[in-house]
């Protein structure tokens, strides 16, 4: 994939996409509400990311065809994820 030019890249150094605070400063001046999330390894960095997504308040959908991991790593994570929908439409 390509950036499109004057799109924001913010450099991830770490397994959750929210460690670097410019993520969130980003999403928040557009006024993001709802995210899709998608990368490799399912079951440790798109975990950890729509984890801390869904905690911060944001509604988070995991794109499962632009995801990667080991099969039974993969469908683990995607359950988990799925909850996080199911509970903020119960909390929030």
Known sequence: AREVQGEPIIIKKSFDGFINP???EILEKRNKRCLLVAGLVTSVCVLLTAATASQKGYLVNVIE???ADTSEAHCYALKITRSFSI???LVG
């Open 65 to 67: 065809d632009c995801c």
């Open 87 to 89: 509970a903020q439409k």
């Open 22 to 24: 410019l993520l969130e």
